[in-house]
């Protein structure tokens, strides 16, 4: 009887609140209640998984009763609780956020009764594919969060979602072929889907199928994360969902195929065969990136694009395959998610307030609402790695890395890292001299309500007085808060939580480099799995010794 | 291992039509690629198995090497149900691009194209008239001159 036992319950509890919420379709404020509770209940049940991990390593439980590697096993190690509590923490305030604009809005009837069990069976396919032990239920983790994605992308069924989420759909859809015929091919070179056992399993393989094999997985994993080529689809289809949906795809989806090329790299295909390629792979992912997001007028399409460019640093620690590179990267995952995350729910309160997300017409929000500012700032410092704050310390661990491999084409990885973070900086500084600094009369296309609001000096934070204008975003509809405390409490605390990250730094990155070492060291996981001593005759991956 | 030469040929002509059909700019013709490609892989999954053999229903005197392999059976199950689900929603948003546009064509982000002379415009703020939000599209709306595209071209 281990801790990791209870480990299933994070993948049905969600479910659970899921069917729940679907009972309720017809009472919203049950509905909300329902799906708080339960998520905090799971974000619990999480933090006890991630300090059982912390203070006793790997563990693992075997479903049904039958013996690994036959039956479905989840592990619970460091890295992957540590991805569940934050992921879980990160939905927990995207959830609350997005009852609170439903709230303040009142239309909680139609597509948006959808929304909170959809929600839920997301986030238990992303709990999922975090624990799972074999291939087979990664897939099926995958499958559950991008089925769920593909509702929340289309939601009210618009023009513009209807033609991203066709985007999105079909991109997927290819991805996970890839991705299954990749575990059908490896399975008939192996006879086995179990991922520890396949640690044993694959190296005995010829090099040349193992070569073969390991590309498969990373080009299907690399479209779900969005690695340049292969990332395209991204900018296009994210900016067009509502802003809660974009901040929890924004957040949490690219990251599971992190993970998951994460373990791909560590635990199946040790060695650093492929680190070259990975390593230009990165470099291009945040520079092409980066310039990207430079050329964008509106701020979400903007973030979107920082989103790619950012994966690239997670790309970059993993191919280095050092302690310190993984340590570094497992540390910008859970950093990325929570900032990435706030930035979009601050657009979110942006486009509300403001009207529009598009930079050419916003101006004066500084003035207008101070909190708003704050809120964009620090989450957006911290994106761009300005020190103190958490984007700086995994990002000067990163280039740390770079540098101690010495190899030319590590330092040039080194250069484009520091460019990446100082372009970052220029696209957030475009941001907050147009939309928060200037006034709006200056906009290249200045927004009406935006110029009265601002002349006659009352920073309005209801539609009231707006309501009269014939046509325009208030006309037909209620008395609505322009900034209700229920949407900016969660961004508040997304936004702490932040902070907390460079705060606690010091045992987030002992716990980091714990998880990368026993990652690297793969014995610990397919002892925990398959009993000890089994994982004896797997070689530590390459940078294992300290 | 033995290869079923059928089961080969088979597969290889589900996916070579699949991608063909992904390649093409109408969606129904993109979602039957897609489900072709899906049924190429299922029987990818399934000639994993090795030969056919007996059910693999437990019985005393049976060899173990006599019974078929259950894993990829079990594979597939789950992949099938996956992929209904998938052409289902697939159907669903295609007949609301349908019923939105009249047109089953993967159409093109208009923000790709002028990404560097975006416009500023704003449907719902800036139009004359309210925005027409019926799923019905009348004729002269297109041409009117408070539509995005024409101010757009306006501009340029």
Redesign the interface.
Known sequence: MNAASVAPLAVILPFIGAALAFLFIRHPKAQRTVTISTLALTLCLEAFLLYSAWTQGVQAVTLGGWPPPFGISMVVDEFSSLMLVVSTTVSLAVLVYAAGQGMADGDEDGPVSIFHPTYMILVAGVSNAFLAGDL?NLY?GF?ILL?AS??LM?LG???PR??????Y??VS??S??LF??S???I??ATGT?NMADLALRLDALDPGTNMMLHLMLVVAFGIKAAMFPLSFWLP?SYPTAPAPVTAVFAGLLTKVGVYALVRTETLLFPGDRINSFLMVTALLTMVVGILGAI????IK?MLSFTLVSHIGYMVFGLAMSSLLGLASTVYYVAHHITVQTSLFLVAGLIDRRG??T?M??LGGLARLSPLLAVLFFIPAMNLAGIPPFSGFLGKLGLLQAGVDLGTPLAYVLVAGGAATSLLTLLAMARVWNRAFWRTPEDA??P???LVATTSDGSALRTSRLLTDQP???F??KGVMDLLPRTMVGPTMALVAVGVALTLFAGPLFQLSGQAAGSMLERTPYIDAVLGPGAGAGAAPDAGAAP | MTVNITLLVVMGTLFAVGVYL?LERS?TR?MLG?ML??NG?NL??L??GGPAGLAPLFGKDIPPEAYNDP??QA?IL??IV?SF??TA??LG??Y??WV??RQDE??D?I??RR??N?P???A??D????AETTEFIKAEAEESPGTPTSRAKGEE
Do not use: C
């Open positions: 087979f099926v499958e089925t593909y509702v289309t069924g618009t023009g209807v033609r991203a989420g066709v985007t759909v079909v859809v290819i996970s072929v299954l015929v575990i059908a091919m399975y008939a889907i296009d050329a964008q007028i509106d399409r009207g529009t598009n050419d017409r290249e296309h927004d009406p309500v046509s325009g975003r006309s037909g | 992904i969606l993109v897609l490609i899906t892989a990818l999954i000639s994993t894993l990829p594979l789950t992949s996956i689900a998938v929603f697939l948003i295609i609301r691009s939105l546009s993967v159409q982000d923000e790709d990404v560097a975006q500023s415009f704003d719902e703020d139009a004359e008239m309210p």
